[in-house]
């Protein structure tokens, strides 16, 4: 039996699992206040101040990009108050460690916020499923359907055609490597430099290159828990063209024979290493201080960090360069991130009218939305917001995987249950549990949820 696990003691002895606030999907939580205005876009500006003057409101926001940032959200919270000088709004950031039991537990006790920032699979799939979110029915007009992009809409609504999320900025998930050391090894010749894609065996190949070049860690297949799972999603389906779910996001699919292969390829490659003692967070630190030299939990974020260097290099100065994940189609689907709003339905109309004037200004402003998308150092949802990463050669470049974005699936039923079933799932594959068997009983828990929530 191949043992993955065993690494654990080596990785925390070399020091080097402390720092999973590089993941996007991490922060701390804290409360801020400012003041703010109201009106709706689905009424008159008078009528909307008249009705939600005075009116105070709380909005969390899970860490996206500068949203999970006090002085940056000051600022946009500001320049809604200068056109709206009534209402106070109070702000908490959430981390992806503890923020989900936070928002669940202030819905159990009646306490929940007017706001929320983040995505479908939570605002859609989760609570507005659960019937604690308020329509943004109104918000949708005509106008903004048409400007925002037709699969962001779609993800932000429920079967039944409500509206649970308006979305404000979007992002492709991809990997990266350490070119200096792909470099380094003559590896290079396997990456199309300009399109940042690979081929299946060419990525191979080049974790080949890398262990024989004496990288005994070259990647790691982590999973002690969710932080960051999308990169493992991603590299699992895309190697040989497997899926997660349907295409009517009805069912998962992961034992298929194409996914049982890339897992079991990956299992068995030289350099890979299942490891149950980190998730995406904690790679993304190993990859940054050079123990690894692949980070299959990489977004643009991540790219333009600058902590302990330049954008785009290691903490040691080698060069960070992004990837699509590898296919033998040359077709690689990406995982996408769309974050806006959501307003959970408190019972208090004036509340709610100023949380939506808060959307409507923060998100659909055409004064105000693009500089609310460059604090989020994503993408706009907007055709109309248009390049607002002119002359920025970082973001120019990473534009290129935005056409690479495939199936947004986190909205299928069940996704909660799933999302703990895949970790699970990879742990027991690193522990040499045969991979049909771990991944079929991974897409019979999965599908249970999935049918209990239908």
Known sequence: MKNRISRRSFLKAAGILGAAGALAACGGSSTSTSTAASSTAASSAAASAAGSAGASIK??????????????????????????????????????????????????????????????????????????????????????????????????KDDAGNYYEYPLCMTAHCMAVNMTKVKEVGADQYIDTDKHTWSTDGFLKT?????????????????????????????????????????????????????????????????????????????????????????????????????????????????????????????????????????????????????????????????????SVLASTYFPVRESVGDIYAGNDIMSEYTKFMSYLGDYYQITPGWATARTEWWNMLQRVGTGEPVETAVATFVENANAAATAEA
């Open 59 to 156: 909005l969390w926001t899970y860490p996206i990009g500068g949203w999970g940032k006090d002085e940056t959200v000051q600022e946009l919270i500001s320049s809604f108050n200068a056109k709206y000088p009534d209402i106070k709004v109070t702000v908490e950031y959430l981390d992806y460690t503890n923020g989900d039991d936070q928002v669940n537990t202030a819905i159990e006790g009646g306490s929940a916020p007017d706001l929320v920032m983040e995505g479908p699979e939570r605002l859609v799939a989760n609570w507005g499923k659960k019937g604690v979110m308020a329509p943004l029915n109104d918000l949708w007009t005509d106008d903004a359907k048409k400007d925002i992009y037709a699969s962001v809409e779609s993800a932000c």
């Open 207 to 371: 974790v080949d290159a890398l262990y024989n070049g004496g990288y005994e860690n070259v990647a790691a297949i982590y999973c002690s828990g969710q932080g960051g799972d999308q990169g493992t999603r991603a590299i699992i389906n895309n190697m040989y063209g497997g899926t997660f779910t349907d295409a009517a996001h009805t069912k998962y699919t992961a034992d298929s024979p194409e996914n049982i292969k890339a897992i079991q390829t990956l299992y068995d490659a030289k350099g890979i290493n299942f490891d149950a003692s980190i998730n995406g967070g904690e790679e993304i630190t190993l990859f940054r201080n050079g123990t690894l030299q692949m980070a299959f939990c990489w977004n643009i974020a991540q790219q333009l960090n600058t902590d302990n260097n330049d954008a785009g290099l290691t903490n040691s100065g080698d060069e960070i360069f992004p990837m699509a994940f590898p296919t033998e189609s040359g077709d690689p689907k990406l995982c996408g991130g769309i974050w806006g709003f959501g307003i959970f339905d408190n019972g208090d109309e004036a509340k709610i009218e100023a949380a939506k004037t808060f959307i409507d200004f923060i998100a659909a402003d055409p004064d105000q939305v693009g500089a």
